[in-house]
């Protein structure tokens, strides 16, 4: 049932961003060219607070519900996540458009990132428990206790004029249905990714270091100390980082490195 939300989304990035006819794109290429299509929607239509309070309650792995009538850049913010979370891997259930006839999903007590267009009262009750992220109203509301990201007002200053120069460079894009980002705008992008990924990579690039070696048979196996881990950063980002330890999404990526 969920296969005409996913098409959807995959035919309108797709229409955003074809390539000129006779011209072979790799994998990597065209993943490339869907990051810098998704974070120049993101940053054009939210905040540079908002966009931190959604990569926020993604990384927590909440239960989320993006809003906008416009199916191009709802597709493109949720979309957005999973280039921004590399080198993470989001670990449950992401639809970029969810079906009207699939709005019950909204009660699955997993975590999910879901689009929905149109903002009915069935969609309203459903939601109130959810966190949710207004785009055409540029809003983001988390449920529930979130702390703070780690370093957030060093990571404000060094994003901020990052952010203001896709949105700058969108600011003369045409919104329906999609926005086809400049050459700037792109350029721009991935100078954005460049410098969320570093401090995404920051928080867990060191986790060797507080892991412990468990012969178990004739298999090694490395285990991570998480309180020494969290315990490793400054106490004000430490409720963060124990909450983020606790998600299958790190726990996933934790076991991926200590291999």
Known sequence: AAAPAHASASTSASAASSPPPGCVVTPAEEAAHMETWTVSALCSTLSLENVLLLLNGALLERQMVVLC?????????????????????????????????????????????????????????????????????????????????????????????????VADAMSGSSRHPIAEPTAAARRASRAFLIAWREYLGALVNNLRAYAITDMNGREKMSILLKDSFVDSFSRSDRPFM????ETQMFGEYADEQLK
């Open 69 to 165: 009538p416009n199916l191009g850049e709802l597709s493109a913010v949720v979309l957005s996540v999973t280039a921004l979370l590399r080198p993470l891997q989001w670990q449950s259930l992401m639809l970029p458009v969810l079906p009207q006839s699939m709005i019950s999903f909204l009660d699955a007590p997993v975590p999910f990132i879901v689009g929905v267009q149109h903002k009915t009262a069935e969609v309203r009750s459903r939601s109130s428990h959810l966190s949710r992220v207004n785009v055409y109203k540029d809003e983001v509301k988390l449920h529930g206790s979130n702390p703070a990201l780690p370093r957030l007002k060093e990571l404000t200053t060094v994003l901020r004029p990052l952010h203001a120069a």
């Open 242 to 245: 124990k909450a983020f330890c």
